[in-house]
């Protein structure tokens, strides 16, 4: 465990924004929680600032997760448990269960950010999405100083939510995922774009592996890379409403795309929606709504996180007065 004071926290956000935390505690292992104290009005816990926008300072404390390791619990009749530790880095988790002749995770590739995040907002992509797949989240109750473990009903998965991000927000530290991965490969190609891509591969047959790479090529093609432009990947969430209300929008907006969920419910295009009210490439000083997708808002330079959040109620607001939709932030804020 490592400490440090009055630390900027650019290089731990991927929209690389300035803020400053009063205090840096770095977790290497799951012996460095005892004794520690968490208040979630002013701490923080970060992994790899993927789904952060910093709107101002942190008062508090802010916990790295760096908690390491990967092991394969058991592996039976075809399926594997695996083990990862929040601290790992999610894309090399992916590639390391390839490696290992496990598949589950391969349209889930070049999400960044680390392993512990993925459970809070059930990350997806591709039409997979992480509590598919998840088996139990292992996490440190801040409150009574204990390891409790959570099994994939107990995290309340939604779309872009759980019981960690939502109803128990500031709770409980994700320490370890436990993931049910198969030997035998089952392709999920139901997203167009997908089958489009292996299709340029003139692959018809795709391996884990030919997947993982159709979906890198798309990600890399259709996403600014955070290392060169500052952002947090996709900014809004796509709008559940019900399917009378979609196709009430479709009727005025022909082109509009719909996905239809569960419950009678149908996701709406935020992208698209972004899109057509002029918003893609926009730029008001080093804030900036991506040349790539509609859907991603960047940080050109030196953007403050004020300005990323300004520049995001703008575009909010926008939609709303052309759909009468509100789109919701994916990343959490910080705000002033």
Not at 274 to 283: A, L, M, P, Q, V
Request: negative net charge.
């Amino acid at each position: 465990m490592r400490r440090a004071d009055d630390v900027s926290l650019r290089r731990y956000n991927s929209f690389g924004v300035e803020a400053r935390a009063r205090e840096v505690v770095q977790l290497d292992s799951l012996s460095d929680l005892e004794g520690l104290n968490f208040d979630p009005a002013c701490d923080l816990v970060l992994g790899g600032g993927s789904n952060l926008l910093l709107a101002n300072d942190i008062e508090g404390t802010v916990f790295l997760n760096r908690i390491r390791g990967m092991r394969i619990l058991s592996d039976r009749d075809g399926i594997a448990t695996v083990e990862a530790a929040a601290g790992e880095i999610w894309h090399s988790l992916v590639l390391w269960s390839l490696a290992h002749g496990l598949t589950g995770l391969e349209n889930l590739s070049l999400i960044p950010g680390l392993a512990g995040a993925a459970p809070l907002q059930n990350i997806g992509a591709y039409g997979v999405e992480l509590s598919d797949v998840l088996e139990s989240v292992q996490a440190w109750d801040w409150q009574s100083r204990e390891r409790v473990e959570f099994s994939n009903t107990d995290c309340q998965f939604g779309y872009r939510d759980s019981r960690f991000k939502s109803g128990d927000a500031g709770r409980y530290l994700v320490t370890a995922l436990r993931l049910r991965l198969s030997r035998q490969f089952e392709p999920r190609l139901t997203y167009s774009g997908l089958g489009e891509q292996l299709a340029k591969m003139e692959i018809s047959s795709p391996t884990a592996r030919q997947v993982s790479q159709a979906v890198i090529m798309l990600r890399k093609r259709k996403l600014p890379d955070p290392a060169l432009v500052g952002n947090a990947g996709s900014f809004f969430k796509n709008p559940l409403v019900t399917c009378e209300a979609a196709d009430s929008l479709r009727s005025r907006f022909p082109d509009l795309p719909l996905f239809a969920v569960e419950g009678r419910h149908c996701k709406l295009g935020a992208g698209w929606m972004i899109e057509h009210c002029g918003w893609k490439g926009f730029r008001e000083g080093d804030a900036g709504v991506s040349e790539r997708h509609a859907l991603v808002l960047v940080n050109h330079g030196h953007a403050s996180g004020g300005e990323i959040l300004a520049l995001a109620d703008k575009v909010s607001e926008s939609v709303f007065e052309t759909f009468g939709v509100r789109l919701e932030p994916e990343p959490r804020i910080i705000r002033g």
